[in-house]
């Protein structure tokens, strides 16, 4: 379980990336829509896990332009709560797959043939 004090560093670091991302991260992603899904730090706060999910499938080159500048990117969130922490975290971003995964499971269960219910159970209850 995590502690207060973690879980108000997830909330920081999520809402800071998330501006990163919308600001001064711009030349890094392009024109993909990325969301900060969620942000798990480690008990000692050093390392964060971030958890990224993306609009598009085509927008997955953006998710290895964002590995690749890991450190531009921490960089940033240093500049931005570097007074209010005493260590910047590391980085480890992950692709978040539960909107994809929802999306497949919305077609699977509409691709489904469910029969009509004939009421005649409601009848006999009577």
Known sequence: ??????????????????????????????????????????????????????????DKAAFEKIEEKKGELRKHLGNRIGKSVRIIPELAFFMDESASYAQHMDKVINSLDIPEDSGEEDEKED
């Open 1 to 58: 379980m995590e502690s207060k004090r973690q879980q108000k560093f997830n909330k920081l670091i999520q809402k800071e990336m998330g501006e990163i991302f919308q600001k001064e991260g711009k030349h890094i992603i392009g024109s993909a829509f990325i969301t900060v899904s969620r942000v798990l730090i480690s008990p000692d706060l050093s390392v964060a896990r971030i958890y990224l999910s993306f609009l598009l499938d085509k």
